[in-house]
């Protein structure tokens, strides 16, 4: 039976693991040229992929309207055709893009955004309403996040949503979110092993919400890749939130520190990657980790963890014993 959790507050059930829809937006520029896409991808093999996450018990795909500049949705929408009822969608709003151009042009906070893009989303998805629908500017103040809630309660109330939620990475916007309307359900947050946000999980924690986490394997890090990314994708020109990658290539310091704690969260015959997620599951009950995946072998290894579930309670002690030494101080990117 596929390992299931509740999406927060919102009462719907989702597999415990989701499907990240990041990569296979493809390409999207910012300025000066840097990319914020994963490069160019195989449109036909994304919905292949979407396809072989449902078979595997999947039931969230979490996508927002900036990936691709809207690509990712419209791919989404195209492989759920006729499945609509077997997934739960998540999307985010708050990033401008011209699907032209594939280029970002800016961030927008405002309630009359907020239903635009909605709207946006929605033609793109082909459906007439959205799952969990995410502010997606991680650190807007919490003031401006809070002029949302009115609107979003409305849109709930029209049923173009079921819930919303928030992705950032600061736990005191996380927690004034998480005191507003009934219908907030989730803070998505960086997340993983190598980088565990205990406050923000925290506040997840204590007011119900479901805690959607995103880079759970570090952005391939996490799944012992070494192979050199091009410059149209994000990791090939970090900007400096992205510590993982180097120029394209693993960040030293980070890598030594997957090495230090492979053969823990391997020790039951699961792959790097399957370890990492099964940490994640064991870390608390209210994670959902949600793995971008562009093939379906990549699909298939990492929805394996579905079935072998939470990382065994020794090998998380063990994982857990080695970051005690580890997580302080980060090594440099």
């Given at each position: 039976?596929?390992?299931?959790r509740?999406?927060?507050?919102?009462?719907?059930?989702?597999?415990?693991?989701?499907?990240?829809?990041?990569?296979?937006?493809?390409?999207?520029?910012?300025?000066?040229?840097?990319?914020?896409?994963?490069?160019?991808?195989?449109?036909?093999?994304?919905?292949?992929?979407?396809?072989?996450?449902?078979?595997?018990?999947?039931?969230?795909?979490?996508?927002?309207?900036?990936?691709?500049?809207g690509?990712?949705?419209?791919?989404?929408?195209?492989?759920?055709?006729?499945r609509?009822d077997?997934?739960?969608?998540?999307?985010?709003?708050?990033?401008?893009?011209?699907?032209?151009?594939?280029?970002?042009?800016?961030?927008?906070?405002?309630?009359?955004?907020?239903?635009?893009?909605?709207?946006?989303s929605?033609?793109?998805?082909?459906?007439?309403?959205?799952?969990?629908?995410?502010?997606?500017?991680?650190?807007?103040?919490?003031?401006?996040?809070?002029?949302?809630?009115d609107?979003?309660?409305?849109?709930?109330?029209?049923g173009?949503?079921?819930?919303?939620?928030?992705?950032?990475?600061?736990p005191?916007?996380?927690?004034?979110?998480?005191?507003?309307?009934?219908?907030?359900?989730?803070?998505?947050?960086?997340?993983?092993?190598?980088?565990?946000?205990?406050?923000t999980?925290?506040?997840?924690?204590?007011y119900?919400?479901a805690?959607?986490?995103?880079?759970?394997l570090a952005?391939?890090?996490?799944?012992?890749?070494?192979?050199?990314?091009?410059?149209?994708?994000?990791?090939?020109m970090?900007?400096?939130?992205?510590?993982?990658?180097?120029?394209?290539?693993?960040?030293?310091?980070?890598?030594?520190?997957?090495?230090?704690?492979?053969?823990?969260l391997?020790?039951?015959?699961?792959?790097?990657?399957?370890?990492?997620?099964?940490?994640?599951?064991a870390?608390?009950?209210?994670?959902?980790?949600?793995?971008?995946?562009?093939?379906?072998?990549?699909?298939?290894?990492?929805f394996a963890?579905?079935?072998?579930?939470?990382?065994?309670d020794?090998?998380?002690?063990?994982?857990?014993?080695?970051?005690?030494?580890?997580?302080?101080?980060?090594?440099?990117?």
């Amino acid at each position: 039976m596929t390992m299931t959790r509740t999406l927060g507050r919102s009462g719907i059930e989702v597999s415990a693991l989701g499907m990240g829809c990041w990569a296979i937006g493809g390409p999207l520029w910012g300025d000066g040229g840097q990319p914020f896409g994963w490069g160019e991808v195989d449109d036909d093999e994304s919905v292949r992929t979407i396809h072989a996450a449902l078979d595997a018990g999947v039931t969230l795909f979490d996508t927002a309207s900036n990936y691709g500049a809207g690509h990712s949705e419209r791919i989404l929408g195209r492989a759920l055709a006729g499945r609509r009822d077997r997934a739960v969608i998540a999307t985010k709003f708050g990033n401008r893009a011209d699907e032209a151009s594939r280029r970002w042009t800016g961030t927008d906070a405002s309630p009359a955004y907020c239903v635009q893009s909605l709207e946006e989303s929605l033609r793109r998805l082909g459906t007439d309403h959205v799952d969990l629908y995410q502010l997606h500017i991680n650190d807007l103040p919490a003031t401006a996040a809070l002029d949302l809630v009115d609107t979003l309660e409305d849109l709930v109330g029209q049923g173009k949503i079921r819930a919303y939620g928030w992705s950032t990475d600061n736990p005191a916007s996380a927690e004034a979110f998480a005191q507003t309307g009934p219908h907030c359900a989730a803070i998505q947050h960086d997340q993983s092993v190598l980088l565990d946000n205990a406050a923000t999980l925290a506040v997840c924690e204590a007011y119900g919400l479901a805690s959607l986490n995103r880079g759970p394997l570090a952005m391939g890090l996490l799944t012992g890749s070494t192979r050199a990314v091009g410059r149209d994708d994000v990791r090939g020109m970090a900007p400096e939130w992205l510590v993982w990658f180097t120029d394209g290539r693993p960040t030293p310091a980070w890598a030594a520190r997957v090495e230090q704690i492979r053969a823990a969260l391997t020790a039951d015959g699961r792959t790097l990657g399957q370890g990492a997620l099964g940490w994640l599951l064991a870390r608390s009950p209210r994670t959902v980790p949600i793995p971008g995946c562009r093939t379906v072998a990549q699909a298939a290894e990492n929805f394996a963890t579905l079935a072998l579930g939470p990382l065994p309670d020794d090998a998380y002690a063990e994982v857990e014993r080695l970051l005690a030494d580890l997580r302080q101080p980060s090594p440099v990117g």
